[in-house]
């Protein structure tokens, strides 16, 4: 669970606030990169989890200011599908870019490099 009153609304957009929140139960903090919608849909809001914000394969990183940097670059990223980011509500060394963390092996965002883009062609046939 993410512990919602202890959340930073970093960025908006007409759709989406684009938040960084810490896990509960984790100690140190971890936090995580979340995307929260604006609208409601059948009485709940949505709710996007950003993977990409993690340290391998456990959520959340323990630098809240680089879970900061990261939540705003995918949400300013094309392919990520968010719209982009219209209002900001950290200063501007807190923005960051999506070409700041861009992979230079598959071109994602927050990929670490440890990605295969052959992972599916591995297999004989």
């Excluded at 938040?19 to 139960?25: A, F, K, L, M, S």
């Excluded at 680089?66 to 900001?88: E, F, H």
Aim: with cysteine; charged share 25%.
């Amino acid at each position: 669970m993410i512990d919602c009153s202890r959340s930073i609304t970093i960025a908006e957009n007409e759709h989406w606030w684009f938040n960084v929140g810490p896990i509960t139960g984790t100690e140190p903090p971890r936090w995580v990169g979340y995307a929260l919608g604006k609208q409601r849909v059948e009485g709940s809001l949505a709710l996007m989890l950003f993977p990409e914000v993690s340290d391998g394969c456990e959520l959340g990183l323990l630098n809240k200011w680089r879970a900061v940097l990261l939540t705003g670059a995918i949400a300013q990223d094309p392919a990520s599908c968010y719209g982009g980011v219209a209002n900001w509500f950290v200063d501007e060394q807190d923005r960051g870019s999506p070409e700041d963390f861009r992979c230079q092996r598959c071109g994602d965002v927050g990929c670490t490099g440890d990605c295969r883009e052959d992972v599916y062609l591995d297999h004989e046939e």
